[in-house]
């Protein structure tokens, strides 16, 4: 999808610096992946401690071994 977008050429800049990315749309993508992934981490803390009735996960725990 091609949309004409207005970007502040010195955060372009900036941000290609940081991240090391030289083309402006694979800046914009990597852009919008991290926003949808710190929006889904957001939601899911908020979640936190909401469903006091939930059963245990089972979990997969090492063998305990004992020094002797």
Do not use: C, F
Request: avoid cysteine.
């Amino acid at each position: 999808m091609e949309a004409p977008l207005e970007l502040d050429d010195k955060l372009v800049k900036d941000a290609m610096e940081v991240t090391g990315i030289e083309q402006r749309t694979a800046l914009i993508h990597y852009a919008l992946r991290d926003l949808l992934a710190r929006e889904a981490a957001l939601h899911l803390s908020n979640l936190g401690g909401s469903m006091p009735d939930i059963e245990d996960v089972p979990r997969r725990r090492p063998p305990v071994t004992r020094a002797s």
